[in-house]
């Protein structure tokens, strides 16, 4: 049963950093098989792509609203995929989510992001 699993979510400043992580386990293929992104979700909002990185890490993609503040990251020896986020905004509080993508699409349960003085 495939896995993900996200941690390092929390209450951060403005200003501050915080990286997610995301533990993947159950996949039929091997992790470096799947395109991995990170979404997020504010109340009333729909769920909207943040970040993603293809299965080799060799191509990244960010929304515009947080380009040169974050980064995507892979381990692909680790099953990890990370999100560092910098320079936070109270807009980026959200849920964030990590996605797998290969041939069909997994999702996991979510980690809570606060950004606020």
């Known amino acids: 049963q495939v896995q993900l699993v996200e941690s390092g979510g929390g209450l951060v400043q403005p200003g501050g950093s915080l990286r997610l992580s995301c533990a993947a386990s159950?996949?039929?293929?091997?992790?470096?098989?799947?395109?991995m992104r990170w979404y997020r979700q504010s109340p009333g909002k729909q769920r909207e792509l943040v970040a993603g990185?293809?299965?080799?890490?060799?191509?990244?993609n960010y929304a515009d609203s947080v380009k040169g503040r974050f980064t995507i990251s892979r381990d692909n020896a680790k099953n990890t995929v990370y999100l560092q986020m910098s320079s936070l905004k109270p807009e980026d509080t959200a849920v964030y989510y990590c996605?797998?993508?290969?041939?069909?699409?997994?999702w996991g349960q979510g980690t809570q992001v606060t950004v606020s003085s």
């Open positions: 159950g996949f039929t293929f091997t992790f470096s098989t799947y395109g």
């Open positions: 990185i293809g299965n080799t890490a060799s191509s990244t």
């Open positions: 996605n797998a993508v290969f041939l069909r699409q997994y």
